[in-house]
């Protein structure tokens, strides 16, 4: 099978289901009725704010769309979404690692996982490498020499195990051959930057945010470089981690829409145009770019598709490593 693929976790036994199904919708005009976006974090999270954002840019061309947070295990979540009924009242507004570590994980043919596919990707987030300014260090090239030096006793905090933050840390560690940096985890990304500011911790890997940036230019923190492959429109005087003296150093994080495998072609195009033409709209481009998020310029399926692609190729040797797993 192929990786474009791998989008469809699944088996037939879901196509019987998804035609059914399709047949059912094609007889009504679409949306009739509320929306239900599932989120598979708490509320405050990264994938809550950009799908709240979305839901009410939606108001107009598709009608109400109601936020539904499911802070509980990823793998949980997209199974749930994958047995959705594939009518377009349940998408899912997810992140990059729920979307890579289920691509990763071991096929089982005797219980095969329900599917989801892309509808659009709505936003980019390149997480940053901060740390505290009492650490003796300048620039990324300074903290790679310091982290090596003080191999065992150096320690860096992130948000949960499987978080894009925790993902782009572990990167970091395989680029620069140091195994022994401890990883601190954390319940989100919040809580590690409040531990910085504080100097609990010194070095962090998190989403870059609008309170990341006010704590930067505040001098609170120091953000060394954001790890997506260009720089980011909010703060275009942090230099990339590959600018900074990191080869290879590219994570970024993608908040996407995605429903259950089987959904009506007609429903997904006219859902990512509807996502489109939000796009495209300044008032709303500025919201997120204000909260540290960069329009995803191709809001089709296949531009989704394209961009998974290139992530899971990047990050799936990570997960893999550290045995990460989508539960």
């Known amino acids: ?28 005009k679409y949306p009739e009725r509320p929306i239900k976006l599932v989120v598979p974090y708490a509320a405050g999270g990264v994938a809550d704010i950009v799908g709240r954002l979305w839901a009410d840019k939606m108001k107009s061309p598709l009608g109400s769309v109601f936020v539904e947070n499911q802070g509980s295990a990823g793998g949980s979540i997209i199974r749930s979404v994958g047995r959705a009924n594939p009518d377009g009242y349940t998408l899912l507004s997810a992140g990059g690692p729920h979307i890579l570590m289920a691509l990763a994980a071991p096929r089982d043919p005797a219980d095969p996982a329900p599917e989801v596919e892309p509808i659009s990707i709505v936003v980019v987030t390149a997480p940053v490498i901060a740390i505290h300014p009492s650490l003796p260090v300048q620039n990324l090239r300074d903290l790679i020499a310091y982290a090596k030096a003080g191999a065992g006793t150096v320690s860096y905090g992130s948000a949960a195990p499987g978080s894009m933050a925790h993902l782009t840390g572990e990167l970091f560690k395989l680029l620069i051959a140091a195994p022994d940096i401890v990883y601190v985890p954390y319940k989100g990304g919040g809580q590690s930057v409040a531990d910085l500011v504080s100097g609990h911790i010194r070095i962090v890997t998190t989403n870059l945010t609008g309170q990341v940036l006010d704590l930067h230019r505040s001098g609170r923190i120091r953000v060394l470089a954001v790890t997506g492959p260009s720089r980011v429109a909010a703060a275009p005087d942090i230099p990339t981690a590959v600018e900074a003296g990191l080869p290879g150093m590219i994570a970024q994080n993608f908040i996407g829409l995605f429903a259950p495998a089987g959904i009506p072609k007609s429903i997904v195009m006219q859902t990512s145009e509807a996502t489109a033409n939000a796009m495209a709209d300044n008032e709303f481009r500025r919201k997120l770019i204000a909260s540290g998020f960069e329009p995803y310029a191709d809001s089709s399926p296949e531009g989704a598709r394209r961009l998974i692609e290139e992530e899971f190729g990047r990050l799936s040797p990570v997960i893999k490593s550290i045995g990460l797993k989508l539960e």
């Open 1 to 28: 099978m192929k990786r474009r693929d791998l989008l469809k976790f699944g088996s037939a036994c879901f196509a019987a289901k998804a035609l059914m199904s399709r047949g059912a919708v094609a007889q009504s």
